[in-house]
């Protein structure tokens, strides 16, 4: 949402971003009031949620690929790879941890 002139990320944003994740040049990010689409604004979110899902751990997030060693990602940075997979029964879930975890990423974003 745009407050003063900036935009605020809010958790749900970042969720949504995340349901999104494996097919957002394709299908877009599901918004309040639409599907987003603009390759321009799809760019610049999924390189945010990318820069605070890599702040938000001790693994270095490159982006998604099948391969990944989930091992040496932090816990809050497994349950969001979890919303990303869309398999839970293979991530650490936890619904408190996972709202901390998406709250850490906004705050990142939000130079808070």
Do not use: H
């Not at 918004?31 to 987003?36: A, E, F, N, R, T």
């Not at 060693?69 to 940075?77: E, I, L, V």
């Amino acid at each position: 949402m745009w407050q003063n002139n900036e935009y605020v990320y809010s958790k749900g944003m970042l969720k949504r971003i995340a349901y999104s994740y494996k097919s957002i040049y394709t299908d877009g990010i599901d918004g309040l009031s639409g599907v987003i689409t603009n390759p321009w604004v799809i760019v610049e979110y999924k390189a945010d949620f990318d820069c605070a899902l890599d702040a938000i751990g001790r693994g270095f997030w490159a982006g998604y690929t099948d391969d990944i060693d989930y091992r040496s990602f932090g816990r809050w940075q497994r349950i969001v790879m979890g919303d990303i997979e869309g398999d839970m029964g293979r991530m650490e879930y936890d619904p408190q941890t996972r709202g901390r975890a998406y709250g850490a990423m906004a705050r990142f974003l939000n130079n808070e």
